[in-house]
């Protein structure tokens, strides 16, 4: 079963572009349905972008399309989230998460994911 590790986070300004990047071990990221989940203070995890086992389909919540997009390399087990035109309300806790499933979907509720990174933070401040 894989594991999980984010990383990318930091401190960005209203308007500027992060990548956030989770490697997976131990398992075939081919095998895997990707997402990421965001979570801030007070509030519950939010489904942000996923993408099917292959790459070819790709996912996004409504307050990042447009601005996020989502890729993965089987061939490197790693999985990127790529977001421009940062706001001070995309703050949270970033988590990649994984679902042993060749689906042609994401589900976008947490609880269909048992695989989780350790989550990093990303802040948008001037």
């Known amino acids: 079963q894989a594991q999980l590790v984010e990383s990318g986070g930091g401190l960005v300004q209203p308007g500027d572009s992060l990548r956030l990047s989770c490697l997976a071990s131990?398992?075939?990221?081919?095998?895997?349905?990707m997402v990421w989940f965001r979570q801030a203070p007070g509030k519950e995890r939010e489904f942000v972008a996923g993408i099917n086992w292959d790459g070819v389909n790709t996912y996004f919540g409504d307050s990042v399309k447009g601005r996020f997009t989502i890729s993965r390399d089987n061939a490197k087990n790693w999985l990127y989230l790529q977001m421009n035109s940062l706001k001070p309300e995309d703050t949270a806790v970033y988590f990649c998460?994984?679902?042993?499933?060749?689906?042609?979907?994401?589900?976008?509720?947490?609880?269909?994911?048992?695989?989780w990174g350790q989550g990093t933070q990303v802040t948008v401040s001037s």
């Open positions: 998460a994984a679902r042993r499933e060749r689906a042609n979907f994401v589900y976008t509720r947490p609880s269909a994911y048992n695989l």
């Open positions: 131990g398992d075939a990221l081919n095998q895997y349905v």
